[in-house]
């Protein structure tokens, strides 16, 4: 169905799946507040009723506003009369206790004591259950939506709020659920996951969606799931905070007036330099709302153009932001491809990112002969900022290679399909640096590698890459600077008589991959031959990958595939 009609339709479904996201998170709030509440309960009701066993066995009685009697009893005193029984009260402040438990021991009747231990033990399980009903009662009243039809971002930003409250309240009710590993890899963590029950995994979902989301080795779905919960109210509390910086910084007037003091001609149209000093500082204020917008984006392609669902896998918006963004769902691909962008990368640009994955998926997808494809834009580490400072540090690369190193571990643990599937882990500049960090110090969980636009791997040669051997890929097109650049930086030596080796060098081993795009950032470009040879690795068609040809007139020994 096309048209101007199946168009508006598709996009109100969209808008009442937004909506019907907003009531499952506040439908899952309320669900883990009841059970918090009901776990508290449920403790103050246990001690209650010891107390009220404890008094039954003992021959007492519990009245209706907790007293409670207790008969006479004890030896005869020097008259011959047994000491009389009485009444005691409930002390629940400490220092009333302390007299109370003093007087009870001069007491020479034995069920005297008994009695107030058993009204304190009463008292303090009502208190305690009075307690927690004062505590979840304005909690329960805060999760409501406004008394309207439209879920706006205000009402988002109002569900972090409640997840806060509702996580701060309930700490005791989640610390007494068994906890995800301290440090632990992704085969601990989907261990953790299948040992909860259902209510478990709603109470961790809705109330620490956060620390779920970035779990690696549980299921996609899972993630997704939690993930989505966070963007959404990340972005609507992004957007009340822009929206209240508008409020506060009115956009002056693009144009100012300029009068000639020759001529005495006025000029309307000069540009106002405040305008573009607010417009800088606007955007900046923006600047986290872009890389958000452009996940939603994604989400609402799903369908179209036979693009897959999307999977959001990890996201933060701390530092620079955090991103994971799979097209298809990774745990059921016959074929994944992870893509690690280089410098510059954040989450406010991500979505330059994102359509690199979604050209590799339409590509790799169009060649996989009836197979699965997931491709993955993976923003799971900080990327240096600028090219001529930052990038220039091998940190970066190693800070981030174990976070890659898991990820991978993670998409291996999760995946349930019949047949292990095949992996390839796909780096951009600065990108590639992290990959060989992350095969340099760890175990790189992948079958085949590409290369684009290396500045240098920290290794000398592809055997140093943990993949199989025949399987590292390279590409470098004409025009992009950034291989010969990063020789001398990220570049390594076999020995250190030695010239760095890049992955474009005859000598490091990588299969040079032909390209027909120009410069650094058109290794992705629609249609062209540099996006389809990846595409090819990606579905296991090495033998199909067009191969750079060398120039003819250079010799063997001196050649460097370009």
Known sequence: MKGEAASAAIKQLMELGKNFHYIQTECGLVGSALDAFSYEMEAAKKKLD?????????????????????????DKDKDGKIPEGGKVGGLTDETASAVGRQAAGFNPNPKARLAQDC????????????????????????????????????????????????????????????QPPEKGGPKANAEWWQGLDADEKAAWIAMRPDSVGNLDGLPST????????????????????YDTWLKKNPEPSRYTEFTDPQTGAVNKHVQNPEWWKWEKERRSAHKTLDGMEAIQTRFDQSGTNRLPEAYLLGFSTEGDGRAIIANGNPDTADHQAVYVPGTTAELGKIEGDINRAVNVWESADAKSR??????????????????????????????????LNRFLEGLEQSHTGDTEPHRTVIGHSYGTTVIGAAAHTGDLNADDIVFAGSPGVRVSNADGLDVPKGHVWNE????????????????????????????????????????????????????????????????????????????????EELQRAK
């Open 476 to 555: 470098e097109a004409e025009g992009d600077i950034v291989p010969e650049a990063g020789r001398m930086i990220h570049g390594a030596r076999e020995n250190i008589f030695g010239e760095p080796k890049i992955p474009s060098d005859s000598g490091f081993g990588a299969n040079q991959m032909a390209t027909d795009t120009q410069g650094h950032s058109g290794y992705w470009d629609e249609g062209s031959t540099s996006l389809l040879n990846q595409a090819l690795v990606v579905v296991g068609r090495e033998g199909d990958v067009t191969p750079e040809t060398p120039p003819s007139n250079v010799p």
């Open 370 to 403: 009836g197979q699965s494809v997931s491709t993955i834009t993976w923003l799971g580490y900080d990327a240096p900022d600028t090219v001529e400072k930052d990038a220039t540090f091998n940190h970066y690369a190693y800070d981030g290679a174990p976070a």
């Open 50 to 74: 010891a107390a009220l066993a404890d008094a039954r066995a003992g021959g007492l009685t519990v009245h209706t506003d907790g007293s409670v009697s207790y008969p006479p009893g004890g």
């Open 222 to 241: 899972v993630r997704d799931e939690a993930n989505r919960m966070v963007l959404a109210e990340a972005r609507g509390s992004a957007q009340v905070d």
């Open 119 to 178: 009204a304190d033990r009463i008292a303090a399980a009502l208190k305690e259950a009075t307690d927690a009903d004062t505590k979840w009662a304005p909690k329960l009243r805060a999760l409501k939506a406004d008394d309207d039809l439209t879920v706006s971002d205000r009402d988002w930003a109002d569900v972090s709020s409640d997840t806060k409250g509702v996580n701060a309240a309930g700490k005791e009710y989640l610390d007494s659920m068994p």
